[in-house]
């Protein structure tokens, strides 16, 4: 026997499988991070834009859970007559909205409020 026979055949094999592993195990990691941190960059909230002005024909909608219901109403606020409308749902069958009485906000709250 000569002397490269006599050295054991795992000691460098063994050694960079276990470093190969290694970097596998992190390109992996850093695979991740990037893709997170790529996911994280590109996402962007929309604007909220509030109102401005007040012109003729303007609504403002807003949704509310109805109290003891499943289901939510939709307040739509017509900022011109300054009254506030109510629709929910009817019969599951026909899939039509229903409109409750409107309220005239004038009466409710009175005319010297607000800005």
Not at 26 to 53: E, K, R
Request: aromatic fraction near 10%; charge should be positive.
């Amino acid at each position: 026997m000569n002397w490269v026979t006599r050295l054991p055949r795992t000691s460098y094999h063994g050694r960079r499988r276990r470093s190969s592993g290694r970097l596998v195990s992190l390109l992996v990691v850093l695979n991740v991070a990037l893709a997170v941190t790529l996911a994280v960059s590109s996402f962007h909230l929309p604007v909220a834009l509030g109102q401005i002005d007040l012109h003729r024909g303007e609504f403002i909608c807003a949704t509310a859970k109805a109290s003891g219901f499943s289901y939510d109403v939709l307040y739509v606020i017509d900022l011109a007559d300054h009254r506030l409308h109510a629709f929910y749902p009817g019969l599951p069958k026909t899939k039509k909205m229903v409109n409750a009485p409107s309220r005239d906000l004038f009466a409710d709250f009175g005319k010297d409020q607000g800005p």
